[in-house]
């Protein structure tokens, strides 16, 4: 990775500083990246990054927006599974991450948030500006949406922080916690050496499992079964997981459905795989779920909402339900993330991916290792064709094929995906093939999301590609920037409607609702007159770019040059003017 940024002057080896003690916590944890937006409030963390360790172990990621110092970090947790740091400055910093956090919380990814303020004691504050960036409780910002926060008041406290924080958000269910600097302890001497302990004691607990009982329960749910569904949701990146979901729906002869919300968890093209990734259950989809006389859930997120696309009255769903996840325990009252109550016959709080492995041992005894499925294929995914006008006029879904002509037997990551993507032409084929979607549904993180991912991935033969929707680029183009300046490789392609056009689709139906003209629903959305030159403020961040392109013949060659362009080490941004649409429903604000 270009540009490492090494001080030109050979940093101190010796911990004089409070801000010292944090910095090496850092270290010990085998944090390997910190990415920030720079601010006076830890003016003394920095430097003990920069002339304490070298910006080594962590190396800095400069940002240009705080947006992205989060989403950064966000998007290396979803191919890790371990906290990367990250640094606000003071309650601005936090005011303007906050979106970011809330993003990573709902999508539950690990983080390590370090926060500053303004010296706590009052004499330590210069005029105007130490006082407008000191906050009493800081944490209160986030609280309702991180695991834990803690403002440490001494060296040995902000040990203890950090062994904390490094404990409770990579365990699971894992969510970001926050640290907050006292700008006054940054930049204390210390009185005496600090013990920094080592971090083998303070490591998180293995995931919980389910009891005996549980297992034993739904492995005869499913050996018993005429028509099994399962529900694979959250889960991890080991391939050996991923294996064993794969057996577990072969040996209970069980439908498959994945939810496009969610990273890669099941291959998309595999024959009990009965429809493809989804928001919302198409007719199809509906027409299996009726015929479920099982479903197990394992850490499906939002497991009352798919139900009550079948019927209102969710209590009474004749199905026999299992539904496996840790994510009560960070269920509380400010955020609905926790969503609707679903109905649960057996309800288990484990891992998901243990209770896979437990159950499987299991069934594999019982049905003495004969999978019940018999090998014919339930999978409805239609023939992938490019749409009739694609020769002069792109739809969204030409895009996915496009993508997945220009990958073929290769390998690749898909960081991220425009809402209404169809998923049924891209298929998912390992852990690592689709990263998910950001969480809290918050604009501005497609491009640091994708940033993060690639940084995670850089040394892994597997070019990183982004599908962003254009207003999502546009908040957050300036990622881009850091990409360039590290030399950190991605695909990011624009689906690029000039518009708002989930927010159209919403005008529209309140338009109807009230019998008003519903051909007004583009005023106020469209970003068109003049077109906003996507390619041109890519260039301005240092990342080559091409567009608008707008036929099929130019997408399939742009692909070309942009994955070349990756594959020898170089971000590349492609800007496709679609015409405005979706394949699959969307994600929004409420129908």
Known sequence: MKNIERPKVTPTNNAEWGSDVAARMLREL????????????????????????????????????????????HGYAKVTGKAMACVLHSNVGLLHGSMGIFNAWCDRAPMIVVGATGPVAPEKRRPWIDWIHTAKDQGALLRDYIKWDDEPRSPHGIVEAFLRGNQL???????????????????????????IPTTARYQPAATPRANAADIETVAEMLAKAENPLILFGRAGRDQV???????????????????????????????????????????????????????????????????????????????KIAHVTLDASLHRGWSMDYFALPPVDVPIAAGADEVVEDVLALLERKLAGKAKWDGTSRNTYPVPAYSAGAATELAPRDIEIALAKARGEETFTLAHVTIGWAGDAYHFRDPYDFMGHDGGAGLAAGPGLTVGVALALKDEARPVVSVLGDGDFLQG?????????????????????RSNFNDEIHQEAVAKARSRPPENRWIGQRMDEPVVDLAGMARCQGVEAEGPIKTVAEL????????????????????????????????????
């Open 30 to 73: 085998d944090i390997p990246y910190i990415s920030l937006n720079p601010g006076a409030s830890y003016r003394g963390f920095h430097d003990s990054l920069v002339n304490y360790l070298g910006n080594e172990a962590p190396q800095m990621l400069l940002c240009l927006n705080e947006d992205h110092v989060v989403s950064i970090a």
């Open 169 to 195: 958000t990579n365990a699971q269910p894992t969510a970001p916690v926050y640290i907050c600097l006292d700008a006054g302890l940054q930049e204390q001497k210390l009185d005496e050496p600090v013990a």
């Open 241 to 319: 997981a991923w294996d064993r979901r794969v057996r577990l729906a072969e040996l209970s002869g069980a439908s498959v459905m994945t939810s496009i919300r969610e990273r890669s968890v099941f291959p998309t093209a595999h024959g009990l795989h009965v429809v493809p990734p989804f928001y919302w259950l198409s007719p199809t989809a509906k027409e299996i779920v009726r015929k479920a006389d099982v479903i197990v859930s394992f850490d499906w997120v939002d497991l009352n909402g798919f139900l009550l696309q079948m019927t209102r009255s969710t209590e009474s769903y004749p199905a």
């Open 477 to 497: 183009v300036t990622a881009l920037w850091t990409a360039a300046h590290y030399g950190i490789p991605a695909l990011f392609i624009v689906s690029n409607n």
């Open 556 to 591: 399939e060659e742009a692909i070309k040059r942009g994955l070349a362009a990756v594959r020898a080490g170089k971000p590349y941004l492609l800007d496709v003017h679609v015409t405005p649409g979706y394949a699959n429903p969307p994600l929004s604000r409420g129908a």
